[in-house]
Nanobody, 124 residues
Framework: QVQLVESGGGLVQAGGSLRLSCAASGRTFSSNHMGWFRQAPGKEREFVAAISWSGGATYYADFVKGRFTISRDNAKNTVYLQMDSLKPEDTAVYYC?????????????????WGQGTQVTVSS
């Protein structure tokens, strides 16, 4: 079992920044690839970013490339999502997740454990 708790969400103006954190506990965190997803009201959940267990590989959805950065600190059992140049369309609940496999990381079905989510609201 892996327990995930997100934090760092909030209200920010367009063009601003937020850093989300996801603290993991339970079984060995450092062996899991990790991902961030988001879900806006009335929309399906969508992939945002993923990072390999070592942090050596990262993957991003096209709509966040150049604006968001995923990273992890295995010593702290934490994965981060630095979000810069935020836009109103980034408003959503953001979820972190721990993958159960090493492929298909842009698909929610690849993840076995999910956090409860943190709200990000970007005002125009």
């Amino acid at each position: 079992q892996v327990q995930l708790v997100e934090s760092g969400g909030g209200l920010v103006q367009a063009g601003g920044s937020l850093r989300l954190s996801c603290a993991a506990s339970g079984r060995t965190f450092s062996s899991n690839h990790m991902g961030w997803f988001r879900q806006a009201p009335g929309k399906e959940r969508e992939f945002v970013a993923a990072i390999s267990w070592s942090g050596g590989a990262t993957y991003y959805a096209d709509f966040v490339k150049g604006r968001f950065t995923i990273s992890r600190d295995n010593a702290k059992n934490t994965v981060y999502l630095q979000m810069d140049s935020l836009k109103p369309e980034d408003t959503a609940v953001y979820y972190c997740a721990a993958a159960g496999r090493s492929w298909g990381l842009s698909h929610g079905s690849s993840y076995d454990y999910w956090g409860q989510g943190t709200q990000v609201t970007v005002s125009s």
